[in-house]
């Protein structure tokens, strides 16, 4: 019972993290410390599908699967839980540079956008020269 309880937690942990990478970037817009935590995360997650690497996540559920006495599975845990209903073919290399290429853009909108925003404010609140 104990292994299935981690096995869970480490799944719940992986979709978290996931999420957290994709969208992170909108946390920035209110705690200025989140980009800390998110650029690298973004920066892993990109590596990850765009190198083909399995998280380190995927074996540790696994393991813990094993050990509970349920089924493992191939492959990661975006193709065998979130892609597997949207694409019944399952997780191609093309989807996997699109899913980097959405994570990139979308932070890296977000981030640009925040970047703008405070050098407006720190030039709004300049004190005058002379």
Request: proline letters at 5%; hydrophobic letters at 55%.
């Amino acid at each position: 019972m104990f292994a299935l309880l981690v096995a869970d937690a480490v799944l719940m942990f992986h979709l978290a993290f996931i999420l957290f990478v994709a969208l992170g970037g909108l946390l920035a817009l209110k705690w200025r410390w989140i980009p800390w935590l998110q650029l690298p995360a973004v920066a892993w997650g990109a590596f990850v599908e765009i190198s083909g690497h399995a998280c380190p996540l995927t074996p540790m559920e696994n393991h813990f699967r094993l050990a509970a006495g349920q089924a493992t599975y191939q492959g990661d845990c975006i193709g065998h839980y979130l892609l597997a209903a949207i694409y019944p073919d399952g997780l191609t290399r093309s989807i996997q540079f699109v899913l980097a290429a959405l994570v990139l853009l979308v932070n890296g909108s977000v981030y640009a956008w925040l970047v703008r925003r405070r050098a407006r404010h720190k030039q709004r609140n300049r004190p005058p020269f002379g």
